[in-house]
Nanobody, 121 residues
């Protein structure tokens, strides 16, 4: 059973920083693209940032210049460094990855359980 486990959420004041981590566990052959999404109350889930296996990144316009996504392939972990946080960044943040389990010939999309980030004004 492949799982993604997020950590690092919490309460922070506007202008502050948080670092989210997401580690993959299980019998994994390889991991493809990884990313972070978020869902604010009453809104649809939206893309925050993605990163390929080679390190190419993509960001939502609302976080560009403030958030940085990175990954450690050896640790099977993706990170999201969030700086200059704003109240509108308040959301549940979800980790996502394309994972190929050992013995499987397909990549499956796996989601983490989510971690809450609250930014106070």
């Amino acid at each position: 059973q492949v799982q993604l486990v997020e950590s690092g959420g919490g309460l922070v004041q506007a202008g502050g920083s948080l670092r989210l981590s997401c580690a993959a566990s299980g019998i994994i052959f390889s991991i493809n693209g990884m990313g972070w999404y978020r869902q604010a109350p009453g809104k649809q889930r939206e893309l925050v940032a993605t990163i390929t296996t080679s390190g190419s990144t993509n960001y939502a316009g609302s976080v560009k210049g403030r958030f940085t996504i990175s990954r450690d392939n050896a640790k099977r972990t993706v990170y999201l460094q969030m700086n200059s946080l704003r109240p509108e960044d308040t959301a549940v943040y979800y980790c996502n990855a394309g994972v190929r389990a050992l013995g499987d010939n397909r990549y499956l999309e796996v989601w983490g359980q989510g971690t809450l980030v609250t930014v106070s004004s």
